[in-house]
């Protein structure tokens, strides 16, 4: 017979980090650069890989990882696994400033999209993978 005692899972202090498999690592770090303006904070190399990690704001880090077996395949989010990720930003406003960022850049994006819960402003990196910057409502 099941207890009916509640346990209390273990905490989790938030998203540490988050690793993307990228095709170019090369191409991947000079896009990530351009989007978020700063190069990247630390790298690895070795066991098969090669990473470059980037310090978000927040405390949350962002790894690119190039591996020595090419993946087979663009990103897709139809398949199990990652379907975006998701950075948040503090206003509205601030996504407003992202469009002249990103278009300064001249990466492409689909604009603002204003929904119930925030607003959203998309892009792709280099293979294909999504990125939102978000802000709730």
Aim: glycine fraction near 12%.
């Amino acid at each position: 017979m099941a207890s009916s005692v509640e346990r209390a899972a273990p905490t989790i202090g938030g998203v540490h980090h988050v690793a993307i498999t990228v095709r170019d690592l090369d191409a991947s770090v000079a896009f990530y650069e351009r989007l978020l303006g700063a190069p990247p904070a630390a790298s690895l190399e070795g066991d098969g890989l090669r990473r470059r990690l980037f310090a978000l704001p927040g405390g949350t880090n962002l790894g690119l990882t190039q591996h020595d077996v090419p993946p087979d395949d663009d990103f897709s989010p139809f398949r199990p696994g990652l379907d975006h990720l998701g950075l948040g930003v503090e206003s509205r406003d601030e996504l407003v400033r992202w469009v002249h960022h990103l278009d300064a850049e001249g990466i492409a994006h689909d604009g603002i999209v204003d929904v119930e819960y925030g607003s959203a402003l998309s892009i792709k990196d280099p293979d294909g993978v999504a990125l939102e910057l978000f802000v709730g409502a």
